[in-house]
């Protein structure tokens, strides 16, 4: 439905988008996922037609929109800030596109209702915006996104400015009206959590390149870079030398001195090779003994009660720190400075250069 073909964008040449390319289908929710600085909000703008790219094409639909005014766009934007009109009642911001195009009154008031039923503010359509909560304020700029039926939305950051708990609750609301809607959205967060929870896809940038585009439970599993690794979830990183490629393309990896199994990785590697397993926080086991084939040993030196969990951090050889998160009513009772074991399972561990 949409498509990003080559896009570079260079601003005081200085480059914010390398040549990015990116397919979207029909109804997909799609999110960009990256630091700041990384071309994320550069892209949303020239799909947008808010920014010309220096090289690229936008087609949506099979139509080259590159250089159409935002306007004749059938697309449209709900901005962290929301922008709505203050001097507007609800009713009167989620219509002012259809006034604007000279839509009479009895059908735009008809699309107001149809609007405030989707987002469930039904009786809400003399509130001002500064009498609604920052979760009704979202809503409502996402009806008046919507109002128009933009082929594909595409939203900036819309959760920012929420607190913790209203943005969980917002990101199930937010998902829901998608795919009550059926449209493509187009989604821009640094958050990791939104993501994973909200995406059918996710393509994590960084330095204005796709560093992978893929599932939340892809991108997860297999990460294709250390980057995306690292930024998706809470990761360490043993650097371990390749010591053995078996018949089945799995790895016998060696760390300090001790030899483990490892998963068959997505690229090729050879003997003497030194790569990376990622081991995500709440895989890792802590133990007082080796248990399993992937274990290695180390000294705990903090542990730190969070309610429902413990994270601890425990040294390993070269004075390297693994963290990892356990479950307290599970947890075997370790004091710090006791010697202990990281295990996990190999399946679990994924390997990146």
């Not at 979207?24 to 020239?46: A, Q, W, Y």
């Not at 002012?96 to 735009?108: I, T």
């Amino acid at each position: 439905m949409l498509e990003l073909i080559g896009l570079k964008k260079s601003f005081d040449k200085t480059p914010v988008l390398n040549g990015i390319s990116l397919n979207m289908r029909e109804g997909e929710f799609v999110t960009l996922l990256g630091p700041s600085g990384c071309g994320k909000t550069t892209t949303l703008r020239i799909v947008a037609g808010l920014t010309e790219p220096d090289e690229g094409r936008v087609v949506l639909e099979g139509r080259d929109i590159t250089n159409l005014a935002p306007e004749k766009r059938d697309v449209n934007t709900v901005f962290q800030s929301y922008a709505l009109f203050p001097h507007m009642n609800v009713e009167k911001n989620i219509s002012y596109g259809l006034r604007a195009r000279g839509v009479k009154r009895a059908q735009w008031q008809e699309r107001v209702r149809e609007m405030l039923r989707l987002v469930e503010l039904e009786g809400y359509e003399k509130r001002m915006p500064d009498k609604l909560s920052g979760g009704q304020r979202q809503r409502v700029a996402i009806a008046r996104a919507v109002v128009l039926n933009p082929k594909i939305l595409l939203l900036d950051e819309p959760l920012g400015a929420l607190d913790l708990k209203l943005r969980r609750q917002m990101q199930q609301e937010l998902k829901q009206i998608q795919k009550r809607l059926g449209i493509a959205f187009l989604y821009i967060t640094h958050d990791q959590e939104e993501a994973l929870n909200m995406s059918d896809r996710i393509a994590i940038m960084q330095q204005g390149r796709f560093e992978q585009i893929g599932t939340p439970e892809e991108v997860y599993e297999r990460p294709a870079t250390r980057f995306a690794a690292g930024f998706i979830g809470q990761t360490n990183f043993l650097s371990c030398q390749v010591e053995e490629v078996l018949p089945d393309g799995g790895l016998t990896l060696s760390f300090g001195g001790t030899r483990f199994p490892a998963r068959r990785p997505d690229f090729a590697v050879r003997p003497g090779e030194t790569i990376a397993v990622c081991l995500r926080m709440e895989r890792v086991r802590l133990t007082r003994a080796p248990q399993g084939a992937c274990a290695i040993p180390g000294v705990l030196k903090s542990r730190r009660y969070a309610g429902g969990s413990i994270r601890e951090e425990v040294e390993v050889f070269g004075g390297q720190e693994i963290a990892l998160i356990m479950q307290s009513a599970s947890e075997e009772r370790v004091e710090e400075g006791q010697q202990v074991y990281l295990c996990w399972n190999r399946e679990e561990a994924a390997l990146v250069r």
